[in-house]
C-alpha cells in the first residue's frame, strides 16, 4: 500500500475542497480508509472513515454533514469532499488504511499505512 493525498489549498470560510488518496497498490479495494488532520499545536485525530466496499462511513461530530467521504475502488482511490469549510478546519489532513474498519475508527496509533498529508487552510 503506497498512499498519496492531494487536494489541498488554501479556500475561503463556507467555501469546499475535495481531498484524494490514491493507493499504488493491488490491494486497495480490501482496505477499510480513514481520513484523519493534525492543526498546528493540537493531536491528530479523526475526521472520516469508510469500510472497503464502501457501504459504511463514519464521521467526527465535527465534520457531521459538511464532509463527505467516498472511494472509487476501481481508480483504487478514497475522496473527502469538505463543504462549509470553517477555519477550525485548518489542519495536514492524512489518508489511512486497515483491513479492519474498527482499527481506523479506534485505534489509529496502530495503522501502519498512511499518505503524506496535504495542506488545507481556511481563511475567515
Known amino acids: 500500500v503506497q498512499l498519496q493525498a492531494s487536494g489541498g489549498g488554501l479556500v475561503q470560510a463556507g467555501g469546499s475542497l475535495r481531498l484524494s488518496c490514491a493507493d499504488s497498490?493491488?490491494?486497495?479495494?480490501?482496505?477499510?480508509m480513514g481520513w484523519f488532520r493534525q492543526a498546528p499545536g493540537k493531536e491528530r485525530e479523526f475526521v472520516a472513515a469508510?469500510?472497503?466496499?464502501?457501504?459504511?462511513?463514519h464521521y467526527a461530530d465535527s465534520v457531521k454533514g459538511r464532509f463527505a467521504i467516498s472511494r472509487d475502488n476501481a481508480k483504487n482511490t478514497v475522496y473527502l469532499q469538505m463543504n462549509s469549510l470553517k477555519p477550525e478546519d485548518t489542519a495536514v489532513y492524512y489518508c489511512?488504511?486497515?483491513?479492519?474498519?474498527?482499527?481506523?475508527?479506534?485505534?489509529?496509533?496502530?495503522?501502519?499505512?498512511w499518505g503524506q498529508g496535504t495542506q488545507v487552510t481556511v481563511s475567515s
Open positions: 489511512a488504511a486497515h483491513y479492519d474498519l474498527h482499527t481506523v475508527l479506534y485505534d489509529h496509533t496502530s495503522l501502519r499505512y
Open positions: 497498490g493491488r490491494t486497495f479495494s480490501s482496505y477499510a
Open positions: 469508510l469500510s472497503w466496499s464502501g457501504g459504511t462511513t
